[in-house]
């Protein structure tokens, strides 16, 4: 059965992907047929750039990977593991930073950062009479610390998990033999941890390599070319879907490399296994005066992930227009005119009512099927389902655009087309990775003894799965869910293809002012966007008590 | 068990490669639909556009009363058609009012609309197309309409009231003009200090005070580009003013919203180019920026293609004509867009913001305006990246 699932989640991933892969070998400039043919992939790996381009990609994907997911990894041991004071704020802190949108944090962090305009630099200036422009956001530094913020939440929700599920004994018997905390942490809780590590790392440089905004934004006033404005390019300039698809496959490559890797390092999963059949405990580190440090961190992620981009956003979305010096007069220049605008917008409700139950179904689908695959590899012994630890991943490498172009095709002419539907079923593609790659991630930490506890007694799959995996996976479930439910719930990129004419998708319209640069009602935008996701998460987590891996 | 699970395995990717290929045939093009050669498609005659600066009133009468005709004529066939679907890049806002005022004027007609950016325009339209899809009915917008026109994909349709345009193209309607300008920032740079035209942009004095589009993509530099190559006719004097924007060595943008918003706060002084609604709403606001009423305005058509397979064929050419009408273009104008005709008043027309005798660039370029990437290939990247 849980083959059956696996097979047709895995078909209606690969289908649309077999769909743009078919056309690079077939189709030229969209509206004119072509033969089939090698033209794109000739053009591709004759441009002289390509490879200036991807070095610039990988240092860009690579450091923001780094950052994010260190970062993240960070928070959720400190999180889980020591004795931090202000526990409640501690948990609470890393949690709302993944409500901002990575484009809201763009458009803040170039207002912060900018040479001459940037408020920092401004700051500087004023109070300090530093006249060197100190902060640059069009600068590769620029660009893998806005990026790597963005990366943090895939860090902390898949290491947090991991951290809270810990066979107590790996660590203790370390204590016993005299080791300090800190030469546990690095010689066994952090090797422990290096499924899920590597599981958030390679999607978040993934992410990285195909993400577009941060290139856009900020590498091209800096001059620093990406390698997936090389396909955006195919798309937006020549509307050469066939070349764009083309150009895709260097990153299915790279994908294919990277899944390689991580494959490798994880072949040996039992050794990983943290949650085994003999029953587990947190233990809290005391870590000493070190908890205030601990807290000093946590508040300043806090503040640097959210506090600070909002606060701008707020000033920007009410003062007239943004300059440093019309930025520091606030709030004796604010005006509410683009929130007016904002609430008036004609899809505003329709939209974010379409967008809410899309979300919720979408998330819930998504994690159910990505644990069932995950458990189709890892937990039965049906042979070829290593399969689908590519499959599963693949969406990943294709930059939205195109993948949302290969599900148009699919959908046209069934009676899904232009129907919620589609745009259900293409949210889905696009997001399984992450459910799928969370939930490798956390099984491959719970040790076989449990299941084959199971099956000697003559359980069968279904009994492991919903009496032993399942209930072993509610950290993680939660945390998929909330990430998934917020990234589905503000996507543009595959929504704006698979929406049609009277169905809107509340993101799609509201993100648009971000896209075509109209910052204030942008700022006002998502700052309606953002209280509401704030009010809606502590809802959840207060009063239904809502665990999202906390 | 090993082999029943890499049989399943193998039915469901099976399955997947026969739905692919279902998709795959789905939109394949028949012979009668799709352009098979590119090449041959480049040479198919089109008409060239036609610039008229000014008109007569007897021209404005005379448009009034074609428009009276024809909406007579087509109301009718279009109200039995009982839909109209758009898809425009405008913003939502301004399609709902638009839309609004069109179903106000036409009771009978419901109309639908879908926005999306220009290539997500194209990528869904001819995908649709290639689909056999009777799906939408006209395109609404400034890039996206001529590249789906050199597809096969938009029915020639020649507007009646041509004689008060600015730009007529005889096949796509212009409705609305994009006109882009020389803004800058009233707080970083003087009046007396500012370029006097389009080419002065390129005097090394302004390096490191310019924003600049990036040339190399389908955008308001590339498009004036095309415009002063057209008007000059010189070779030299336009390789010499593309070799001075490079040599300034300044930050290129690809979203000219956002480069212009950087203007404002004070990156950079000067803005090449700026959208003129962009300007004049920033303006009306008080923000401190300012346009060179000197340099010329450069015109870009804003056009309603009619999809060669519009279910709503009638209902389309009606909405078309509307918009360009008097009722349409004040609709037009009240959402900030520039109007089409010459013979209408308002903030935004280039007699109110250039001054009387303005000689505006358009953007008339039929290899640019259709295949943008081969214009720059031709005309821009060999000087910018040679």
Redo the contacts between chains.
């Keep these: 059965m849980p083959l059956v699932a696996s097979a047709i989640a895995g078909a209606a991933i690969i289908t649309p992907v077999l769909v743009v892969m078919w056309r690079s070998f077939t189709t030229g400039k969209l509206g004119f047929t072509v033969g089939l043919n090698l033209t794109n992939y000739l053009r591709v790996f004759t441009d002289r750039d390509l490879v200036p381009m991807l070095s610039n990609s990988v240092i860009y994907a690579g450091g923001a990977a780094l950052l994010g997911t260190g970062l993240g990894a960070s928070l959720a041991w400190i999180v889980a593991r020591t004795n931090t004071p202000g526990k409640g704020l501690v948990e609470l802190m890393p949690l709302y930073p993944i409500l901002m949108p990575p484009i809201m944090k763009n458009i803040a962090w170039i207002l912060l950062l900018a040479p001459r305009s940037g408020i920092l630099n401004g700051m500087l200036q004023q109070f300090l009479g530093i006249d060197t422009l100190v902060f640059n956001a069009f600068s590769m530094a620029g660009m893998i610390w806005v990026f790597g913020l963005a990366c943090v939440p895939l860090g902390y929700l898949f290491l947090l998990p991991v951290f809270l599920s810990f066979d107590p004994s790996l660590e203790e018997s370390a204590y016993i033999a005299g080791s300090k905390p800190v030469r546990t942490m690095f010689k066994i809780t952090f090797p422990l941890a290096l499924p899920a590590f590597t599981s958030a790392l390679v999607l978040n440089f993934l992410r990285g390599l195909r993400s577009f905004e941060t290139p856009v934004l900020q590498g091209t006033p800096g001059n620093i070319k990406v390698f997936v404005s090389r396909v955006y390019d195919s798309m937006a300039l020549e509307f050469n879907t066939g070349l764009a698809t083309a150009y895709s496959v260097v990153l299915v490559v790279m994908s294919i490399i990277t899944l390689y890797f991580y494959i490798r390092a994880t072949r040996f999963s039992e050794r990983y296994a943290t949650i085994t059949g003999k029953g587990y405990r947190v233990k809290v580190i005391d870590i000493g005066p070190w908890k205030y440090l601990t807290f000093a961190a946590v508040l300043l992620y806090f503040l640097v992930g959210i506090v600070i981009p909002f606060i701008v956003l707020i000033v920007v979305s009410m003062i007239p227009y943004f300059d440093y010096d019309t930025f520091m007069r606030f709030p004796f220049n604010a005006v509410l005119t683009n929130y007016y605008t904002v609430l008036r917008h004609p899809s505003f409700m329709t939209g974010l009512y379409n967008s809410l139950i899309l979300s919720v179904t979408i998330a819930i689908v998504t994690v159910l099927t990505g644990i069932v695959m995950a458990f189709t590899i890892y937990r039965t012994r049906a042979a070829g389902t290593k399969v689908f630890e590519f499959i599963g991943t693949l969406p990943l490498a294709f930059p939205p655009l195109v993948l949302s172009v290969g599900l148009l095709i699919i959908f046209i002419g069934t009676p899904l087309y232009n129907s919620l539907w589609a745009l259900g079923l293409g949210l889905f593609v696009a997001y399984f990775p992450y459910a799928f790659r969370n939930a490798s991630g956390a099984i491959v930490n719970i040790h076989k003894e449990l299941d084959e506890a199971a099956w000697v007694h003559g359980a069968r799959w279904r009994h492991v799965f919903f009496k032993i995996t399942l209930p072993i996976l509610k950290p993680s479930v939660g945390g998929a869910l909330f990430y998934i439910f917020i990234e589905a719930i503000r996507n543009v990129d595959v929504a704006v293809l698979l929406t049609s004419p009277g169905k809107e998708y509340g993101p799609v319209t509201l993100f648009e002012y971000f896209r075509v640069g109209q910052w204030a009602e942008a700022a006002a935008g998502g700052v309606i966007y953002l209280i509401i996701l704030i009010v809606a998460v502590s809802v959840a987590k207060f009063a239904f008590k809502m665990k999202f891996s906390l | ?6 049989t ?2 193998a ?3 099976s ?3 026969w ?2 290929g279902v ?2 045939a ?4 028949t012979s009668q639909d ?5 090449k041959a ?1 480049a040479q198919k005659a089109i008409p060239k556009q036609v610039t008229k600066a000014d008109s007569s009133a007897a021209a404005t009468a005379a448009a009034a009363k074609a428009f009276e005709k024809v909406s007579a004529e087509l109301y009718p066939k279009a109200k039995q058609e009982g839909n109209l ?2 898809y425009s890049v405008w ?3 301004h399609l ?1 009012i638009i839309t609004e005022a069109f179903m106000k004027r036409y009771p009978g007609i419901k109309a ?9 325009i ?3 339209a ?8 009777a ?1 939408w009915d006209v395109v609404l917008s400034d890039n996206a309409p001529p ?2 026109r ?4 938009i029915q020639s349709y020649e507007t009646v009231q041509k004689d008060v345009l600015y730009l007529h193209d005889p096949t796509m309607p212009t409705v609305s003009l994009q006109i882009q300008a020389l803004a800058y920032n009233t ?1 970083k740079i003087k009046p007396a200090d500012l370029p006097k035209s389009w080419e002065e942009v390129a005097n090394p004095k302004y390096k490191g005070m310019i ?1 600049l589009d ?1 040339p190399m ?2 955008g308001p530099l590339s498009s004036m580009l095309s415009g002063l190559k057209t008007q000059w006719k010189d070779d030299a004097r336009y390789n010499n003013f593309v070799k001075g924007l490079k040599a300034l060595n300044v ?12 203007v ?5 002084a000067i803005c090449m180019p700026a959208l003129l609604h962009d300007v004049m709403e ?1 303006m009306h ?4 920026v300012g346009y060179v009423k000197t340099v010329p305005p450069v015109l870009f058509p804003r056009q309603a293609g009619i999809y060669v397979k519009a279910p709503n064929p009638n209902a389309s050419k009606l909405f078309a004509e509307w918009l360009i009408s008097e009722e349409g273009q004040k609709t037009i104008d009240s959402i900030g867009r520039e109007s089409a005709r010459n013979d209408f008043k308002s903030k935004t027309s280039i007699e109110a913001a250039f001054g009387k005798g303005a000689k505006p660039l358009p953007v008339t370029d039929q290899l640019f305006l259709e ?3 081969k214009w ?1 290939d031709t005309y821009v990247k060999p000087i910018w990246e040679g």
């Design positions: 068990m090993e082999r029943k699970s890499r399943m395995i039915a469901a990717l399955a997947s490669f739905l692919a998709a795959w789905a939109e394949k093009p799709a352009v098979k050669d590119p498609a679907v758009v913003d939502v806002e709902r639908t609309y879908w926005q999306g950016r220009n290539p997500e194209v990528t869904r001819l995908t649709e197309f290639q689909g056999g899809q799906s590249v789906i050199a597809a096969g994909a707080k924003a990036d993509r389908a930050p290129v943008h690809k979203s000219t919203s956002a480069m212009f918003r950087l404002i706060s004070g990156e950079y920033e606001k008080g923000t401190p295949d943008p990437k720059l």
